[in-house]
């Protein structure tokens, strides 16, 4: 059965982490003197007394993680902190209503960068600080940013790892989990560092910097304009922002190899990333051409806007520099397949990853063989690795869940009077963690505020599956996962 006492053991300490990181929103609110220090310290005070008596409750817990422990751990762990995470919003009345409160908050950790808040320039600098912070924590997991810091949380189990996770196949740099765990945050940090420096040399104040870099590199779109970098106007900062939101959509063991190791040549070898820079590059190149030919951009304009919205759209970061609602429908068929598509696994991004698209691709290629040699064994190998049939089987799975997922809500939706394209890209977008949609009644531009309240609670779910890659969440639904053994 599950050990309830050993979850409620690591969630009380998830929540003591969660409630010391509202304090840095209350230094920034005293920094710039505004009211939502107070929201911040009651929050503050809130989830640090509910974490202390979480805590109690499994004091006498053992730290012996089974992995049907893992994944209810994980699951709530997210729903919990989306939980506290909205107490600054309501608590300050920068957000009254439950139901966007939870929706942005959600939105937030699981970076998919849907907003309601139709104007993000009106709060005050600790509520933007805290949305950016989300995100960024968000990026590589909650719990996996536990382990990096402390360890002991679950005894270095990687079960834990593998609940979190994106992507079909873990690949480790190190075999422990918590040193794993440090070099992935390392890179992570140093990405977030260099990108808000970068953005300061380009023109941003430090603050402005900072939290566009957070969001850039966790790939969630969050910004404190509402104009995103387009509020700019500056194609050094959008070259910069295309620049990370790319290189946070690598797979950071590959991102390790190649600025610790200077093995260069192990990045342009792997399937997964040739796949993704040739994706980016197909897309931009007809998304260009489309925009230069009957858009009369200049060529310079329609590369850096093409390549913008693909990166964005493919990275699921979805931040903009221009109005992609505006541009010619065939965009939107190309954004919304990068847009499913995603980056790389074991990166910041959601999608359904580069890499299922290579092992999908290698299927077909192999099916074919099959049919001129039907007795042919042919293994489905990716990057020398041979791929095990289980591994193929959570693959389909994995490809028809969010297809039906996305039928399904998308169909709620129209019935509830939402647009056709409306109604699809909301859902693509939710399930893949992406943020922006397209169409008419929401354009990538616009706040989600007008949805109605019944479809943000549905939305809600969608996300959470969506950064946990869905079957993480759905096997607690399941009658195998509560019987005894």
């Not at 009211?35 to 979480?54: K, N, P, R, V």
């Not at 957000?95 to 009106?122: R, Y």
């Not at 996996?144 to 690949?171: D, M, N, Q």
């Not at 070099?183 to 808000?196: E, K």
Request: aromatic share 14%; net charge neutral.
């Amino acid at each position: 059965m599950v050990n309830y006492g050993l979850v409620s053991k690591i969630i009380g300490k998830l929540l003591l982490l969660e409630g010391f990181l509202m304090s840095w929103c209350v230094i920034m609110s005293f920094c710039y003197g505004e009211d939502d220090s107070i929201a911040f310290l009651i929050s503050m005070l809130l989830t640090l007394t509910i974490g202390l008596i979480a805590l109690f409750f499994g004091r006498n817990a053992d730290n012996n993680l089974s992995r049907r422990d893992s994944y209810l751990v994980v699951t709530a762990t997210w729903v919990i902190f989306s939980i506290f995470g909205m107490l600054p919003y309501m608590i300050g009345g920068y957000i009254n209503n439950l139901t966007d409160a939870f929706f942005e908050t959600v939105s937030g950790f699981t970076t998919t960068g849907a907003t309601i808040i139709d104007n993000v320039e009106v709060l005050p600098h600790g509520i933007l600080f805290w949305r950016s912070l989300t995100q960024w924590i968000g990026g590589l997991g909650i719990v996996f940013f536990t382990i990096a810091i402390h360890p002991s949380l679950v005894g270095g189990s990687v079960k834990v790892f593998a609940a979190e996770a994106t992507g079909p196949i873990r690949t480790k740099m190190h075999p422990k989990l918590s040193t794993n765990a440090k070099w992935i945050w390392s890179i992570y940090l140093l990405l977030t560092l260099v990108c808000a420096f970068a953005f300061w040399v380009a023109g941003m104040n430090w603050f402005e910097a900072i939290n566009y870099s957070m969001t850039t590199t966790a790939t969630g779109g969050f910004a404190i304009h509402n104009d995103s970098t387009e509020f700019f106007h500056s194609a050094s900062i959008d070259y910069i922002s295309i620049l990370f939101q790319f290189l946070s959509g690598v797979n950071f063991t590959l991102l390790y190899l190649t600025m610790f190791k200077m093995k260069v040549k192990a990045l342009f070898q792997n399937s997964e990333f040739k796949l993704y820079i040739s994706i980016v590059i197909g897309a931009t190149l007809w998304i260009a051409y489309l925009l230069l030919t009957r858009m009369d951009y200049d060529l310079e304009r329609s590369f850096r806007c093409a390549l913008f919205q693909v990166v964005s759209f493919m990275t699921t970061t979805g931040m903009f520099n221009d109005d992609a609602g505006t541009w010619p429908h065939i965009t939107w068929v190309i954004l919304g397949i990068v847009m499913y598509m995603g980056a790389s696994a074991g990166s910041t991004s959601g999608g359904f990853k580069c890499i299922r698209g290579v092992m999908l691709l290698k299927l077909v290629r192999n099916n074919f063989k099959q049919i001129l040699h039907p007795n042919a064994v042919l293994p489905v190998k990716v990057n020398g690795q041979n791929i095990p049939q289980s591994k193929l089987i959570a693959l389909f799975a994995f490809f028809t869940l969010t297809i039906m997922m996305t039928l399904i809500t998308a169909t709620i939706m129209i019935v509830a009077g939402i647009d056709n394209t409306n109604a699809i890209t909301i859902a693509l977008s939710c399930v893949s963690n992406v943020g922006p949609t397209l169409g008419t009644q929401i354009g990538p531009v616009m706040s989600w505020s007008m949805l109605p309240d019944l479809i943000k609670w549905l939305l809600c779910p969608l996300m959470l599956m969506g950064r946990l890659e869905i079957l993480s969440v759905l096997v607690l639904f399941t009658r195998a996962y509560w019987k005894d053994n």
